[in-house]
């Protein structure tokens, strides 16, 4: 049992109340009681220890927020919502439970790698960056690897660079090249500045939309590491994409090609245009390939994106 200071002088360690971590990650948890467990160990094992675990449950049915108390470690906070509320709300409110300086969002089925943490506080260290991000491996339900070292696959998205170099990028890319909210670090006091995620932000780029409203703070810093695992499964958040979400997306890529124009070059519209039916197309697939294992069209999908032969 940890102790708050006294007259010896002695430090607070993290876990005591007294402390404030470095690191706050917060998950916002609903019906995640297959993955939670790998999620939580994953930020345990982390090579930087001085961090917080939030964990938010938003009144789930199922027994993931059991199973997250079951975790014995003072790190670890959970905080119980008397009713269910909307994904984007229960994660607002992970975040404001958050005490440390810096936040990291984290699905409740998504892994991280022990470095990520003590990467991104590093990079974090500079006060001009605003955000950090990392690619990531997509993992099936039983984290084998099935599609490798993806966002951040463009040069100009890897090391330190400008708003403008990134929103650029993003209207170019059509979709997040970027990475989801498991890749990505910030500072809690910008997210309160900014007032949080754009409130027009469509679920499916809620993460998008925040890191470019972060930009408007500092600086991006992509690290070409590998630092994340994010989950493609029936049970996975991923899952949830539908053609109402891909609508979503273009929707959202075309206004930010209207509000971010006098930034954008006429290359910049025409590869935008040009790359949205992809877009269309590629989403589509990662939602079938979301689907059962043993269904045709999830396994079509997964040979269509190169997905069908997991590595271990």
Excluded at 156 to 170: A, K, Q
Aim: glycine fraction near 6%; proline fraction near 6%.
């Amino acid at each position: 049992m940890t102790r708050v200071t006294g007259a010896s002088g002695a430090q607070p360690t993290p876990g005591d109340p007294a402390h404030v971590p470095a690191v706050s990650v917060c998950v916002p948890l609903y019906m995640k009681e297959r993955f939670v467990a790998r999620t939580v160990q994953s930020v345990l094992d982390q090579t930087f220890g001085d961090f917080e675990l939030v964990v938010v449950h938003n009144a789930s049915p199922d027994r993931s927020g059991e199973v997250v108390r079951s975790f014995d470690d003072p790190r670890i906070r959970v905080v119980d919502n008397p009713e269910t509320v909307p994904g984007p709300e229960n994660v607002a409110r992970a975040v404001a439970f958050a005490r440390a300086p810096l936040v990291k969002i984290l699905a409740a089925d998504d892994v991280l790698y022990p470095p990520v943490l003590a990467r991104q506080v590093a990079a974090l260290a500079d006060p001009d960056v605003a955000v950090v991000s990392c690619r990531q491996h997509m993992i099936d339900e039983d984290d084998r690897v099935l599609y490798a070292d993806r966002s951040l696959r463009h040069r100009d998205l890897v090391g330190r660079r400008d708003r403008r170099t990134v929103v650029r990028r993003v209207v170019r890319h059509t979709g997040n090249p970027l990475g989801a909210y498991a890749n990505l670090m910030f500072r809690r006091a910008d997210y309160e500045a900014i007032g949080g995620v754009p409130a027009d932000a469509p679920w499916i780029a809620h993460d998008l939309a925040l890191t470019l409203a972060l930009l408007e703070r500092g600086d991006f810093v992509g690290l070409d590491e590998t630092l994340v695992g994010f989950r493609i499964g029936s049970g996975s958040s991923s899952a949830a994409q539908s053609s109402e979400g891909i609508a979503d997306q273009v929707g959202f890529t075309r206004r930010l090609r209207r509000v971010e124009r006098a930034d954008l070059r006429d290359s910049d519209l025409l590869a935008s245009r040009l790359r949205m039916p992809l877009m269309r197309v590629r989403h589509r697939l990662i939602v079938a390939a979301a689907g059962p294992r043993d269904d045709a069209r999830t396994r079509a999908a997964r040979q269509v994106l190169g997905l069908s032969r997991p590595r271990s």
